[in-house]
């Protein structure tokens, strides 16, 4: 158990709709990450907050958005949902606020994200 | 454009062997590496790394050797037993934020 919690653990939803996928970090951890994992893909970065502000962005769409509150949980926000959104969607926490620390992220179990 | 490539989708081992597995990078900003693991069900967990200053990172069954001129990244388990069955991804960071690789998927057969 990383100590890092998301849920849901499985999300099934219709093309069009909207949803949010919650994180909790460890206790301690500053830093979220958000990543999609697609089939026969590796693990893409999207975003990255750092005690409530926005770190990184890496390869997110538009359509998508992210936020960390100030107990820290973290919530990605998902609209106008299309077949190829469906994928895992992991979430990582780590104590500093980006790599050149070179801390490693611990990773949630994921939510499986499936567009209809 | 996939900056970490891992080129072997899967490999498989006897128990007692040795693993290999293999990433090469095609950023020559990328100065950290890491090695995580990934039980079906279940996150990454990490398992190894290394600084672009050193050439090898040994922690216990697991070593890993960085190859910069070649851009090559192993990671070597000696002696592979059945539990190290997962799927292994690697990822390199230049600083920002990390890249990873498609992952391979080791099977080591009892």
């Known amino acids: 158990d990383s100590g890092v919690t998301q849920t849901p653990k499985h999300l099934i939803t219709a093309t069009g709709q909207r949803v949010t996928l919650r994180c909790s970090p460890r206790s301690g951890d500053l830093s979220v990450y958000w990543y999609q994992q697609s089939l026969d893909q590796g693990l893409q970065f999207l975003i990255q907050y750092y005690n409530g502000e926005e770190r990184a962005k890496g390869n997110i769409l538009e359509r998508f958005s992210a936020q960390q509150f100030p107990d820290l949980h973290s919530e990605l926000n998902l609209s106008s949902l299309e077949l190829g959104d469906s994928a895992l969607y992991f979430c990582?926490?780590?104590?500093?606020?980006?790599?050149?620390?070179?801390?490693?992220?611990?990773f949630g179990p994921g939510t499986r994200l499936t567009v209809l | 454009d996939q900056q970490v490539k891992q080129n072997s989708p899967s490999l498989s081992v006897q128990e007692g062997r040795i693993s290999i597995l293999n990433c090469d990078y095609t950023?020559?900003?990328?100065?950290?590496f890491l090695w995580y693991k990934k039980y079906p069900a279940e996150g990454p967990t990490f398992l190894i790394s290394i600084s672009s200053i050193k050439d090898k990172n040994e922690d216990g069954r697991f070593t890993v050797f960085l190859n910069k001129s070649a851009k090559h990244l192993s990671l070597h388990i000696v002696p592979s037993q059945p539990g190290d069955s997962a799927v292994y991804f690697c990822a390199a960071s230049p600083g920002n934020q990390f890249y990873f690789g498609t992952g391979t998927s080791l099977t080591v057969i009892p």
């Open positions: 950023n020559s900003m990328f100065d950290y």
């Open positions: 990582a926490s780590s104590v500093v606020s980006s790599g050149a620390s070179y801390n490693e992220q611990f």
